[in-house]
Nanobody, 117 residues
C-alpha cells in the first residue's frame, strides 16, 4: 500500500522556521522525483520545490527561493522541506508528491502550516 505521510506542520510566528517531513512507503522511493506543493485558502495549488530522485538537483519557486530548502534521505524514504523566515503568505496546506515518468503519481494528505503572530 502506497503512503506519503507529511508531518511537521503547525503554527509559527512570522520569521520563524519549520521543517516538514514526508515519509514514503509502498513504492521504490529512490526512483521518484519528489515535489512539495501548497494550497493557500482561496487560491490555486502552487508548486514549491522539486528534488531529483538521487537528490543531486533541486529547484525552488521564486516565492520561496532563499528561504526554503528541499532535501531527501533515500535511506529513510523521506523528503524534507526546511522553511525559514516564514511569512504570513506562506500559510497553506503543504503536500508532498512523488512522480516518475510512466508511473502513477502519489500524493500525501497534506500538513497545515500557519504563520501568524
Amino acid at each position: 500500500q502506497v503512503q506519503l505521510v507529511e508531518t511537521g506542520g503547525g503554527l509559527v510566528q512570522p520569521g520563524g522556521s519549520l521543517r516538514l517531513s514526508c515519509e514514503a512507503s509502498g513504492f521504490t522511493f529512490s526512483t521518484y522525483t519528489m515535489r512539495w506543493h501548497r494550497r493557500a485558502p482561496g487560491k490555486e495549488r502552487e508548486w514549491v520545490a522539486v528534488i531529483s530522485s538521487a537528490g543531486g538537483s533541486t529547484r525552488h519557486a521564486d516565492s520561496v527561493k532563499g528561504r526554503f530548502t528541499i532535501s531527501r534521505d533515500n535511506a529513510k524514504n523521506t523528503v524534507y522541506l526546511q522553511m525559514n523566515s516564514l511569512k504570513p503568505e506562506d500559510t497553506a496546506v503543504y503536500y508532498c508528491n512523488a512522480d516518475r515518468p510512466g508511473y502513477l503519481a502519489y500524493w500525501g494528505q497534506g500538513s497545515q502550516v500557519t504563520v501568524s503572530s
